[in-house]
């Protein structure tokens, strides 16, 4: 074997006796000799650490201003009457009222609907007529909420209206709209469940 076959080997011996030594530690739980560290110890400041970098010290920044978490829908409205309107006049629902959209549309109703506003609608539900809660709930099958565009109902249930409470942290936005087909599903039951009722009695 040659110088330079010997010397390789030597070397390759140095360096794996070397790293035996420097890579094994009594403590098992630490790493050891770290070889060209580069990017194994993050430079990055703890969440709650001071951070010189800033006047106020603090490293959880705000987030810009006009900052929209991901799957979170903006709603640009107030809750005033006018802003109302408005919604009903430039919000669209984005769905149709078919049996997989009414039938998540009763659900929501009756897991957050019902109590006040009845099975039917009508404003009569159980947290109303057992005297629990005081404030009449509107009747919702009929107008005027009938006549109310979609996007009226969605401002409605998204900030709530006069006495009531505002549902908009609780129910999705795809449920909020599936809830107003549902409600107009009610609203055609109560019309037509009014006009099967004869006018005159007849003895
Ligand atoms: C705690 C009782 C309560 C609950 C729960 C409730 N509401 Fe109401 N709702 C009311 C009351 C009371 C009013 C009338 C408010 C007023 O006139 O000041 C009302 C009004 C409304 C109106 C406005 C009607 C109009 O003509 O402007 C709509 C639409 C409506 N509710 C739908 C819903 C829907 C949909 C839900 C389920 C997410 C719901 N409400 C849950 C009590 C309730």
């Known amino acids: 074997m040659n110088i330079a076959g010997r010397t390789l080997i030597r070397i390759s011996v140095f360096l794996l006796t070397a790293s035996i030594l420097f890579g094994c530690d009594r403590q098992k739980n630490k790493r ?7 990017m194994v110890y993050s430079r990055a400041y703890e969440t709650y650490s001071k951070n010189p970098n800033f006047k106020d010290s ?22 005033d009457s006018l802003s109302r309107v408005k919604a009903g006049k430039e919000l669209v629902n984005p769905f149709l009222p078919t049996d997989e959209v009414l039938s ?16 039917l609608g009508k404003g009569d539900g159980q947290l109303y007529s057992s005297g629990l809660y005081p404030l009449k709930p509107r ?11 979609d996007g009226q109902i969605y401002h409605t249930i998204t900030l709530g209206f006069g006495s009531m409470m505002p549902h908009g942290a609780q129910i999705r936005p795809e449920d909020r709209w599936k809830l107003v087909l549902y409600v107009r599903m009610l609203q055609k039951q109560a019309l037509m469940a009014r ?3 004869p006018a005159v009695k007849v003895k």
Do not use: E, Q
């Open 139 to 149: 009747d919702i099958s009929a107008a005027p909420t009938a006549k109310l565009m």
């Open 195 to 197: 006009d099967t009722i």
């Open 32 to 38: 050891g000799y770290d070889f060209i560290p580069d």
């Open 104 to 119: 998540r549309g009763k659900i929501i109703f009756t897991t957050f609907c019902i109590g006040c506003h009845g099975i």
């Open 58 to 79: 603090v490293t959880m920044r705000v987030p810009v201003n006009g900052t929209v978490p991901i799957g979170f829908t903006p709603f640009h409205y107030t809750i």
